[in-house]
């Protein structure tokens, strides 16, 4: 009783104090706006004690200090249509409604930079930039109402992700506000490890967006629609696989079930025998390029019995066959009055295999789910419907949702795509991540924000939420098993250790230190022609995987520089890398082996480690191996090197202490990317 009145006290004197810089008027407490508060578009419920909205982006800070300083954890929120609880607080805390903060600052389109607060809402940027002929590439399904600070934390994807990536590869700087108050800008262009990275699919569990600088582009003189029926969701997807295989990237390929098109009202624009549309829209600068893809797309659906083909360079037309898509999700309430989205994302070359699987565990439940999916990059998103009223089918449906989850990791993909992890799949990231990477993840969150007020109980599990299930582990090569081990042995007796590549940055390491290189574990774990990714151990030679790849009639986003993969990227010698990351597999300085990142297109289910690794130069762990994408052609290749301002905050040390916490990796270069250790 005595720790509640003292919680009520601080939050007391708090809510004053913020009151002081905001305005009383823009803080709620009553009983109404704190229901209204405590749900998104998820089914999680968690009443906050205050809302407090912020209409000037220059008070971010000031109130989070306060927050900070009577230890009230607190939940950045925008437009509330998180997918997974992100978006509600679950310590009674408060609601930091950021939506008023909407101003387009900036529009540069010489430099192709739009500058945004986060409450900027998707579409209102998108119609704001056409008018100057320009686009944002993410385009998720909610863009007419979801905001750039959501699709920066979710790190949203949208159908044209495909050819364009997700949120994350169209950031350029981020202004934030850390967990205690204080402000830090972290870009491309900064020396040391990519932590702009690290904020995009963090869903606020490490700061709040206070700014974001966004990479713009010029809207592509052409573009046309092919809209295709089928008799079967599997006759769908090998339409899919096959384009994909012909290295055909286009802006879309999307595909909906007869559920979604009955629920959305079009069941009478469709045949009678369609059991699902699949929808591919290209666009480019040259009308040869685009007609030629459209005459290699044709072939490959009617070779895959397509029922109906329509197509359309007409905006107005385009618009009217994408409106069966766009209205899919939303007209499932007609069904039931729940909707529950197990987004997740599986290599593409098991689409059709986990699509069965799926169908088959709705059936066996008796389940009805309308199945939607960004089919080009293996994005599936099955849209339970039922109602949370009733008890039991509720527990069904939630054991209906794991066995789902469970099926998209057995096939080598992720639990979390596009929507978050939030609350609702908290407790499942341990079907996918080793303990050992979970470790990491809590020693990031937890040296990042001491007092894990930011967003709190969100993305990682609880010891207890720790699953029975064993994620497969990592099939080593010998080579790699004696690095580990001689790892291992080093840090038993605390000997610090220069990591090396090839040797070629030799001459920077004191002779006093060890060095370790990593040149001999240099094999080739997997090539998987038809999903467009090959993982490599670190000591490959960017000159040999090319030769390689070349030889099997495949291309790679690399330089032929003769260096190794695993130096390119701790050097970030170019920023375009970060675009053809997938995953990666590192050592820390204890010898623990964790992985992030999947053999999938999208992976949200983690910090983004595989990309905070660019520019670590080795002093977080060692770069054991990586999946990149992979290509059938390239048209250009552009390579980009960063300015590599030094830009040192407290976040830095924290990063590195997180990692290696006895400064054995690299100590030598300790001071100049982080500060003094």
């Known amino acids: 009783m005595k720790k509640e009145e003292e919680k009520i006290k601080k939050l007391e004197k708090a809510i004053f104090e913020i009151s002081e810089i905001v305005g009383a008027s823009d803080i709620n407490t009553d009983e109404i706006s704190n229901l209204l508060y405590s749900y998104d578009a998820s089914m999680v419920r968690a009443k906050p004690s205050a809302v407090i909205h912020i209409k000037d982006i220059e008070k971010i800070s000031p109130v989070v200090k306060i927050l900070h ?3 009230i954890p607190y939940t950045p929120r925008l437009s509330g249509t998180n997918l997974s609880g992100g978006a509600t607080n679950q310590k009674g805390g408060v609601i930091i409604n950021l939506s008023p903060s909407n101003r387009i600052r900036q529009i540069d389109t010489i430099n192709q930079i739009a500058v945004v607060e986060p409450g900027v809402v998707n579409i209102n940027l998108q119609n704001e930039l056409k008018k100057f002929g320009f686009f944002f590439a993410p385009d998720p399904a909610s863009q007419n109402v979801s905001t750039i600070g959501g699709n920066i934390s979710e790190n949203a994807g949208g159908p044209r992700c495909l050819k364009y990536g997700v949120t994350s590869n169209n950031i350029l700087k981020l202004d934030v506000v850390l967990p205690d108050g204080n402000e830090a800008t972290f870009a491309l262009d900064d020396y040391g490890p990519q932590i702009m990275s690290l904020f995009c699919a963090s869903e606020g569990t490490l700061g709040i967006i206070k700014k974001a600088y966004l990479k713009i582009l010029p809207l592509p003189k052409f573009f046309l629609t092919i809209y295709s029926e089928f008799r079967s969701l599997e006759e769908s997807m090998s339409a899919v696989a096959d384009v994909i295989k012909k290295g055909i990237i286009p802006r879309a390929l999307e595909v909906v079930d007869r559920i979604s098109i009955e629920a ?7 045949n009678k025998e369609t059991e699902a549309l699949l929808i591919a829209e290209m666009d480019s600068n040259s009308s040869d390029e685009i007609n030629k893809e459209m005459d290699l797309i044709m072939k490959i659906l009617k070779l895959n019995n397509s029922l109906e083909i329509k197509y359309s360079d007409d905006p107005l037309v385009s618009e009217k066959l994408w409106k069966i ?3 899919a999700y939303p007209s499932l309430a007609k069904i039931a009055t729940n909707v529950l989205v197990e987004d997740g994302c599986v290599p593409r070359t098991k689409l059709v295999s986990t699509v069965k699987k799926i169908k088959e565990i709705l059936n066996k439940n008796a389940v009805k789910a309308g ?4 089919a080009g990059d293996g994005n599936i998103h099955p849209n339970i419907v039922f109602d949370e009223r009733d008890v039991k089918e509720t527990n069904r449906i939630r054991k209906v949702a794991k066995e789902i989850l469970k099926e998209y990791i057995k096939e080598g993909g992720t639990i979390s795509a596009e929507h978050g992890v939030g609350v609702e799949k908290r407790g499942f990231i341990a079907l996918q991540h080793s303990k050992e990477t979970i470790n990491l993840l809590r020693k990031i969150k937890n040296n990042l924000d001491e007092k894990n007020i930011s967003n709190p109980y969100k993305k990682i599990p609880f010891n207890n939420e720790l699953s029975e299930i064993k994620t497969k582990e990592s099939k080593l090569s010998e080579n790699m098993k004696i690095l580990i081990s001689e790892i291992k042995k080093r840090y038993q007796q605390k000997i610090p250790s220069a990591i090396a590549g090839n040797g070629s940055f030799l001459k920077e390491i004191p002779q006093n230190i060890k060095t370790i290189d990593t040149k001999d574990i240099k094999g080739i774990i997997d090539f998987d022609r038809d999903n467009m990714t090959i993982t490599v151990e670190s000591g490959v030679s960017d000159t040999n995987l090319l030769s390689f790849l ?6 790679a986003y690399l330089q032929d ?8 990227i701790a050097r970030n010698d170019f920023i375009e890398i970060r675009n053809t990351l997938l995953s990666m597999e590192i050592i820390l300085s204890d010898g623990t082996l964790v992985k992030f990142g999947s053999k ?5 289910s983690t910090y983004d480690v595989t990309k905070l690794m660019l520019g670590s130069r080795g002093t977080l762990g060692i770069i054991a191996s990586v999946t990149l994408k992979i290509f059938k052609d390239i048209k250009s290749l552009k390579f980009t090197h960063p300015k590599n301002i030094i830009n040192i905050t407290p976040f830095h040390i924290k990063i590195k202490k997180a990692f290696d916490p006895d400064n054995l990796f690299n100590p030598f270069l300790t001071e100049k990317i982080y500060g003094k250790f």
Do not use: C, P, Q, W
Request: hydrophobic share 25%; aromatic share 8%; charged share 30%.
């Open 600 to 604: 999938v297109i999208k992976d949200n």
């Open 325 to 327: 898509r766009k209205d």
């Open 561 to 568: 520089s003769n260096s190794t993969i695993g130096s390119i």
């Open 69 to 71: 300083k009577y230890s």
């Open 371 to 374: 199945l939607i999916f960004h």
């Open 264 to 270: 959305a009202g079009k069941s009478n624009e469709i």
């Open 550 to 555: 070349n030889s099997e009639g495949y291309k």
